[in-house]
C-alpha cells in the first residue's frame, strides 16, 4: 500500500505507511510474561501534502492519539514506515531526529499541564530558539519572544508572568507560540482545542487558521469533535480501534461517506440548529467499542455494523480508493 | 408548574473575594418538559443545579437568597431530614463525570437498593427486584451478573446508564442531568441522550439538561435558557432561541460553533475577550465588555430579563437591534 491517498503527485511532507503500534501487556510480579497486545495502532497509512490540514478523527481507543505520538517520535513505533520530508524517521541518528524534531511540533491538549508551571511565559517561548542556536541569549531571543507572542494573539508584556496568572485560552496561545517558536513546517495538533470554552475555541481555530495562510503550515488535527475536524481540515481520516475506516476530502465525507461507522458517526454529532435536527435521521449504534486487547476478527468495526455479512466476519476489507480521494476499508462500500 | 426557583443566589467565599456565582437566577420547569440550561464554564448553571438540590457545600459556598418551590413549599427552607426525603425521590440527578461519581467500593446492586431501600422502606429482596427492573429499563444488559460488579469494570456509558438507573429508581418527577455526556464519546452520547429523552417521555418525567453543547440542545430541548457570568441572559423555545437569538451572547455563541453541515470556507465569528472575573463584577451587565452593541447605558445597572417576544426573554437593552445586519 504505498500508493499516495492525494489527488495530486507532489511528494507528501510526510507519508505514514502501515504503521503500527502495538504494546505488550505484561502479567506476573517477579518474572513478566506478555500475557497479549493492545494492538492501538494497526496497519495505517495516509500522506499530508505541504500546506494542508489533515483530520484524524474517532473516539476514544481509535488510536489517534497514538498516531500522533508515534510520528512525533513520542513512541516507537512497532511496524511499518514514518517518512518526514522524505526521511524514514526510525533510520535517523540522534543528530538527524533533533533536526527533523525542530520542523515537527506539537500543541497539546491541556493548556494546564504542557505548560511547566516555574518558568515564565518568556522562557517557555524563548526556550526552543534559544537552546538549539537559533537566537542568541539576550535581546535576540527577547524579540523573537515577542513576535512570537504577538503571532499568537498575546500582547508581549505577558512575558513575564507564568502560566498560572492566565486563562485556558491564553495558556493554549503560548503552547501555540512555542510550537511556532522553532519555525516548524509541520504542526501535530493533539486536542489542541478540546479543552477551550465554545468561544475562546473559536479563537484559537481562526488562529490556527490564519497561522497557516500566513507561514505555509501543515496541520495533522487530532480531535473527537467531528464539527471541529471537519471545519479545520481540508481532509479527514475516521479511526475505529486502530484502523482507518475510510479517508476523504471533508465536504465530501460529510455529504457522502461510504463507511457504515463514518454514517453512524456523522449521525450522532448534533448540529445546533433544531429545524434541522427535526429531519435528520438518527443512525444509533448499539452496543459499546470491544477492547483493543482482543478486537473482533475480521472487519473490527463488525460486530456493531448494520451492513456486516460473512466475509465481515472473516476477512479483513483493505483500505481501497473506491473513488478518486475517497478511501473506505468495507467489503460493501 | 411542576419546581418554581425565584431570585436564586448562591455565592462562594474564597481567597478573600466573593464569588457571586447565581445572582438571581428565576425560571420555571414544567411537568415533563425538558429544559436546557446552556452556558460556558463559570456561567453558573452547574451551581444552579448543586442549589437546587441543596448540594452546595459550605464552606466555601452558600445559598444566600432565593426561593426553589416544589409542591408548594421552599425546598431551601426546609430542614435537613425534609429536604433528604425530596432529594432523590422527587427530583434526581445525574453528575458529570461518570467516572468519580460513583462510591468505588460498593457493588452495583448496592448503590441501586441504597437509594430504593432509603426512599421507599422496603426490604432489600424488594429492592433487588427493583433495581432489576430499572437496570432493564436503562439498557443494562445481563443485569444480574451486572449487579455483583464494582464501578471500575464497568465502562464510561455504561456507568452512566447506572447514574440514570439510580436517579430513575424512586420514580422521580424531574432529573436535573448535569453535563451527562461530556465525558463520553459522541455515539454513546447519542445513545445515552436518546434514552434519557425516550424515558422522560414514556414516564412523564421532566429533564433539566445542563450543557455546553449547542448541537445537545437542539436535538433535545423544548425550551432554552441561556446564562452568563451567574445570570440568565437569555430564554425562549428551542426553535425561537435559534432562529432569531435576542441576545448579543447568544448571537456570540451560535457563531462561534462549527456546524457539521456548514458550507465550505465558513469562518468563525468569536466572541472577542475573555469571560469576566466572578469576584470582581461592575455594576452594568456582564457581557459588556466583549459586545458588538455595548453602549454607555449599558454600564449603569444589570439589564432585567424582560419579554420581548411572546415566550422569549432577553436581558438585552437592545434586544430589539440583535442579529440586524452588521450583529
Not at chain 1, 92 to 115: C, E, N
Request: glycine share 8%; with cysteine.
Amino acid at each position: 500500500m504505498t500508493q499516495s491517498t492525494l489527488p495530486s503527485a507532489a511528494p507528501p511532507l510526510l507519508d505514514v505507511r502501515r504503521l503500527k503500534m502495538h504494546f505488550p501487556v505484561h502479567t506476573g510480579v517477579l518474572i513478566q510474561r506478555v500475557a497479549g497486545t493492545v494492538k492501538a495502532v494497526d496497519d495505517v497509512s495516509f500522506t499530508v501534502a505541504q500546506g494542508e490540514t489533515l483530520g484524524l478523527v474517532g473516539e476514544s481507543g481509535c488510536g489517534k492519539t497514538t498516531t500522533g505520538r508515534c510520528i512525533l517520535h513520542l513512541n516507537r513505533h512497532t511496524g511499518g514506515e514514518i517518512r518526514f520530508e522524505g526521511q524514514d524517521l526510525a533510520r535517523l541518528d540522534a543528530a538527524g531526529l533533533r533536526a527533523a524534531r525542530r520542523k515537527l511540533q506539537v500543541i497539546f491538549q491541556d493548556p494546564y499541564s504542557s505548560l511547566n508551571p516555574r518558568m515564565t511565559l518568556g522562557q517557555i517561548v524563548g526556550e526552543g530558539p534559544s537552546v538549539h542556536g537559533l537566537t542568541r541569549p539576550g535581546k535576540e531571543t527577547r524579540e523573537r519572544v515577542a513576535e512570537l507572542m504577538s503571532l499568537a494573539g498575546l500582547s508581549p508584556n505577558l512575558a513575564s508572568r507564568y502560566p498560572h496568572e492566565l486563562s485556558g485560552g491564553q495558556r493554549q496561545r503560548v503552547g501555540i507560540a512555542r510550537a511556532l517558536s522553532m519555525n516548524p513546517s509541520f504542526i501535530v495538533c493533539d486536542e489542541a482545542v478540546s479543552a477551550l470554552d465554545v468561544s475562546i475555541q473559536a479563537q484559537i481555530i481562526n488562529l490556527l487558521e490564519d497561522l497557516q495562510d500566513r507561514l505555509g503550515l501543515t496541520y495533522l488535527f487530532i480531535a473527537h469533535d467531528l464539527s471541529v475536524v471537519r471545519h479545520i481540515s481540508d481532509r479527514v481520516a475516521v479511526m475505529y480501534l486502530g484502523k482507518i475506516m475510510e479517508l476523504a476530502p471533508s465536504a465530501l465525507l460529510y455529504r457522502a461517506p461510504l463507511h457504515p461507522y463514518t454514517r453512524a458517526l456523522l449521525s450522532a454529532v448534533p448540529i445546533p440548529d433544531p429545524a434541522v435536527e427535526a429531519t435528520r435521521e438518527h443512525v444509533l449504534l448499539h452496543g459499546e467499542v470491544p477492547s483493543p486487547l482482543n478486537p473482533p476478527s475480521g472487519c473490527v468495526f463488525h460486530p456493531r455494523c448494520p451492513m456486516a455479512s460473512e466475509v465481515c466476519r472473516e476477512q479483513i476489507p483493505e483500505f481501497q480508493e473506491k473513488a478518486p480521494g475517497h478511501w473506505a476499508a468495507c467489503h460493501h462500500a | 408548574m411542576l419546581l418554581q426557583v425565584k431570585n436564586l443566589q448562591t455565592q462562594f467565599f474564597t481567597q478573600g473575594k466573593r464569588i457571586r456565582a447565581v445572582d438571581g437566577v428565576s425560571f420555571d420547569v414544567a411537568e415533563g418538559e425538558t429544559l436546557a440550561i446552556v452556558g460556558e464554564s463559570g456561567s453558573g448553571k452547574s451551581v444552579t443545579a448543586l442549589s437546587i438540590m441543596g448540594l452546595i457545600p459550605w464552606p466555601p459556598g452558600r445559598i444566600l437568597g432565593g426561593e426553589v418551590i416544589y409542591q408548594g413549599r421552599d425546598l431551601l427552607k426546609l430542614a435537613p431530614d425534609e429536604v433528604r426525603r425530596v432529594r432523590g425521590k422527587e427530583l434526581a440527578m445525574v453528575f458529570q463525570e461518570p467516572m468519580t461519581s460513583l462510591n468505588p467500593v460498593l457493588t452495583i446492586e448496592r448503590q441501586l437498593t441504597e437509594g430504593l431501600q432509603t426512599h421507599l422502606s422496603i426490604s432489600r429482596a424488594e429492592a433487588r427486584e427493583r433495581a432489576v427492573e430499572v437496570m432493564h429499563e436503562v439498557g443494562i444488559s445481563d443485569p444480574l451478573r451486572r449487579l455483583e460488579q464494582y464501578p471500575h469494570m464497568f465502562s464510561g456509558g455504561m456507568r452512566q446508564r447506572v447514574m440514570i438507573a439510580m436517579a430513575l429508581s424512586c420514580r422521580p418527577r424531574m432529573i436535573l442531568a448535569d453535563e451527562p455526556t461530556t465525558a463520553l464519546d459522541v455515539t454513546i452520547q447519542a445513545q445515552i441522550l436518546a434514552l434519557m429523552r425516550d424515558l422522560s417521555r414514556r414516564l412523564g418525567v421532566a429533564l433539566v439538561l445542563i450543557t455546553h453543547n449547542l448541537g445537545v440542545v437542539a436535538r433535545y430541548a423544548d425550551r432554552v435558557q441561556v446564562m452568563y457570568a451567574g445570570q440568565i441572559i437569555e430564554k425562549a423555545t428551542a426553535q425561537k432561541l435559534y432562529a432569531a437569538p435576542k441576545h448579543p451572547y447568544t448571537v456570540g455563541l451560535l457563531g462561534s460553533v462549527p456546524r457539521l453541515d456548514e458550507g465550505e470556507r465558513r469562518r468563525l465569528q468569536p466572541i472577542v475577550g475573555q469571560p469576566p472575573d466572578l469576584g470582581e463584577l461592575g455594576p452594568g451587565c456582564r457581557f459588556m465588555p466583549r459586545c458588538p452593541l455595548a453602549e454607555a447605558r449599558c454600564g449603569v445597572a444589570v439589564p432585567p430579563l424582560v419579554e420581548v417576544a411572546p415566550g422569549h426573554g432577553s436581558a438585552c437593552l437592545k434586544a430589539d437591534q440583535v442579529g440586524n445586519a452588521g450583529n
